[in-house]
């Protein structure tokens, strides 16, 4: 099923390519967004949806110094979040805090809390602790691994430990393990590597096409999904890594993101450069999906691609459900669109 979008959309100044849900605002559905421009001064946009769900509302514009490549919301403050961002010559790391009464001044500027220096090559992503309030932090650049402590309070960030990949290996991102803080999974070329963070060493790997992307199930452990050029998705049971248990092909080019749904089990969205986004309910072991799915009947065979969102102009590059209504979501194409749909239309009824 496919057709275009009848969600809300929002338009970015500039293009851009990540967006993340701001989990810890509960009392609104919130989503907060970087552009990325060469030439001009670029801005993060602090969006919410509004009570009746009918419209994309900016609570908050800023200034960000440098084109934003990647962009994580603090888990526990929901004024603070990270940016990786380029110079055009140089990578860089940041976390940086919202001021307070951001709403009541002419032109709020973001407070850099602390700066993650340290990096000699381009930095990938930075990853926070994937549950609950704590001072660590990750980012990966192409050939390292760091492990953060971040103080707020001092605004200060030290490393606690640092690991290379390896010389014939680029990392290119990567997924803290929500089931095991001390587990992390890395992307790098054709693989995915495992790093235990107690002793910052590569425990095992999965071997697989040109990863993009890879997000972890949050309801289910040793379930991981992974984004593959040419591959499509591929559902893994980390207890038996050799082959995947699921496979998913729907994206005509690059697929370049996926995420799963915080909430649903097998709910899963991807998006590419066909400009597409697509929205699949596939089984997460190797028996058929029982009580925790949103189908209720487990007997009842389906097509895994429940729906494809088509109409988008430009590559999509950024996904994030929301937390608090996960049948929400957000999608950003590169030529700065944001749109947030919901996806209890698709889902499986009884």
């Known amino acids: 099923m496919q057709g275009g979008s009848s969600g809300i959309g929002y338009g970015l100044k500039y293009q851009a390519r990540c967006i993340s849900d701001v989990k810890a605002d509960t009392d609104h559905t919130s989503f907060i967004t970087g ?27 800023f200034s960000h110094p440098n084109e934003i490549w990647d962009l994580s ?35 709020p500027q973001l407070e850099r809390i602390a700066s993650l220096d340290g990096h000699a090559g381009k930095v990938n992503c930075i990853l ?39 010389m014939l290996h680029y990392l290119s991102g990567g997924a803290w393990d929500p089931h095991d803080v ?25 071997e697989c096409g040109h990863v993009r992307n890879v997000d972890y199930d ?24 050799k082959v995947p248990i699921n496979e998913l092909r729907g994206h005509s080019h690059w697929t370049w993101a996926v995420t799963c749904n915080p909430e649903y089990d097998g709910l899963i969205l991807s998006g590419g450069t ?44 950024g996904l994030a459900w929301s937390s608090r209504e996960p049948w929400i979501f ?8 944001v749109v947030v749909e919901s996806v209890k239309p698709y889902l499986p009824r009884k």
């Open 35 to 61: 552009t990325l421009s060469l030439r001009e001064e670029n801005e993060v946009h602090l969006l919410r949806l509004s009570s009746g769900g009918t419209e994309l509302i900016c609570e908050g514009l």
């Open 274 to 317: 066909d400009s597409t986004v697509n929205l699949w309910f596939a089984s997460t072991t190797s028996d058929e999906l029982t009580s925790g799915s949103v189908v209720a009947s487990p007997s009842q065979k389906l097509d895994p691609l429940l729906f494809s969102f088509n109409d988008y102009e430009d590559s999509v590059y």
């Open 218 to 241: 949050t309801r289910k452990m040793h379930i991981l999904v992974t984004a593959e050029d040419e591959s499509g998705i591929h559902v893994w049971d980390l207890r038996m890594p």
């Open 330 to 337: 957000a999608s950003l194409s590169y030529d700065g669109r």
């Open 182 to 206: 001390n587990a992390v999974a890395a992307t790098c070329e054709s693989s995915v590597q495992f790093w235990d963070l107690r002793t910052m060493k590569k425990t095992s790997s999965i």
């Open 128 to 166: 926070w602790w994937p549950s609950g309030r704590n001072d660590k932090l990750i980012s990966i650049d192409e050939e390292n691994l760091f492990l953060w402590s971040l103080d707020c309070s001092r605004k200060a960030a030290q490393v606690q430990s640092k690991e290379s990949a390896g």
């Open 73 to 107: 919301s603090c888990p526990f403050d929901q004024r603070i979040f990270s940016t990786v961002f380029s110079t055009g010559e140089s990578f860089g790391a940041a976390v940086w805090q919202i001021p307070e009464l951001y709403g009541q001044l002419n032109s």
